[in-house]
């Protein structure tokens, strides 16, 4: 019964590697945020907390002075080089 349930465990596993990795599509979260400090678009008001500005589907970056800390994501099909 143990290698059985092994195999299946198996299965399972290698099942769900192959469906994520056919299911990408677009950039990852991590890539949205990365907007060039030149680029970006103001998403929030003043004093917005990091929580209000995901919330709202924005991306929350303080360590830029003079320019909108809660701003708007990439789309998926903008790019930045």
């Not at 949205?32 to 589907?57: F, H, I, L, M, W």
Request: proline share 6%.
């Amino acid at each position: 019964m143990e290698a059985r349930a092994l195999w299946l465990l198996a299965m399972v596993l290698a099942l769900g590697f192959y469906r994520s990795a056919g299911e990408y599509i677009g950039l990852s979260a991590a890539n949205q945020c990365a907007v060039p400090a030149k680029d970006r678009v103001d998403c929030g008001y003043p004093q917005v907390t990091p929580e209000q500005c995901n919330s709202r589907g924005c991306c929350f970056d303080s360590s830029i002075r003079g320019v909108p800390w809660c701003f708007k994501p990439l789309q998926e099909t903008e790019c930045t080089f």
